[in-house]
Nanobody, 121 residues
Framework: QVQLVESGGGLVETGGSLTLSCAAS????????MGWHRQAPGKQRELVAF???????AYEDSAKGRFTISRDNTKNMVYLQMNGLKPEDTAVYYC???????????????WGQGTQVTVSS
């Protein structure tokens, strides 16, 4: 059983910063891609940032220049540093990871339960 647990969300003023963390635990042989998605009320879930095991990162346009994704492969963790936060960044942020539970097993996409980020104007 694999579990992803996010932390670091909260309430921040416009222009403020937050760092989200996500820890993967359980039966894990390997993790490839990791990423952060978000879902605002009444909107579809969208990809915010993605990082490969080797460190290649890509961002949704509104996140470029403000957010930084990173990971620690030794700890099975992924982070999202968010600077210059805006009210439109308000959403539930979800961690996602593509995980191989054991050698010879099947890769699967796993999601965390989400953490709320609220940016006040």
């Amino acid at each position: 059983q694999v579990q992803l647990v996010e932390s670091g969300g909260g309430l921040v003023e416009t222009g403020g910063s937050l760092t989200l963390s996500c820890a993967a635990s359980g039966t894990i042989a390997s993790i490839t891609d990791m990423g952060w998605h978000r879902q605002a009320p009444g909107k579809q879930r969208e990809l915010v940032a993605f990082i490969s095991r080797g460190g290649f990162a890509a961002y949704e346009d509104s996140a470029k220049g403000r957010f930084t994704i990173s990971r620690d492969n030794t700890k099975n963790m992924v982070y999202l540093q968010m600077n210059g936060l805006k009210p439109e960044d308000t959403a539930v942020y979800y961690c996602k990871a593509r995980i191989l539970p054991w050698e010879g097993g099947e890769w699967s996409d796993c999601w965390g339960q989400g953490t709320q980020v609220t940016v006040s104007s």
